[in-house]
């Protein structure tokens, strides 16, 4: 049985080696694609062992300084919520939406095309006045 000092230090030794520890877990994490504030595209990499990807939401590199590093989280986040795709979402909701109401709209609408269009596809399936034989006139009378 070890002595009562080992047992105390083990717990202690168990988190120093995981606070420790943990930049190494993060060695060689990945730098996801990108872009830049220009909006040019930059595809993902790979860094080398030891190293980390570090820089911003608009630069990305490998380096050994853990205070610039950038965790996948954050790299996420940033494409997340980049101002380029807020706008390209808000974009395409608002057109969907225009075409949706445009379109009711001209079916209800009598002065528009798709409506009177819609009219004359449907006569013909009404039923027919009913037949009035033509009434004779007699002259003189």
């Not at 070890?2 to 994490?29: F, K, M, N, Q, Y």
């Not at 190293?51 to 205070?67: E, I, K």
């Not at 013909?124 to 002259?139: D, G, R, V």
Request: include cysteine; aromatic fraction near 12%; charged fraction near 15%.
């Amino acid at each position: 049985m070890p002595p009562a000092g080992l047992r105390r230090a083990a717990p202690l030794t168990a988190i120093a080696l995981l606070v420790l520890g943990a930049p190494l877990v993060l060695a060689g994490e990945d730098c996801l694609w990108y872009l830049d504030r220009n909006g040019s595209w930059h595809p993902g990499f790979n860094c080398e062992f030891f190293t980390f990807c570090c820089g911003t939401c608009y630069h990305r590199y490998c380096c050994r300084d853990l205070t610039l590093l950038i965790t996948e989280r954050q790299q996420k986040h940033c494409l997340a919520f980049s101002p380029k795709t807020i706008a390209g979402i808000a974009s395409a909701v608002i057109l969907f939406v225009a075409v949706v109401a445009t379109t009711i709209c001209c079916f209800l609408c009598s002065c528009c095309y798709l409506y009177r269009r819609r009219q004359q596809l449907q006569s013909p399936f009404e039923a027919p006045p009913p037949y009035m034989p033509p009434q004779p006139s007699y002259p003189g009378a």
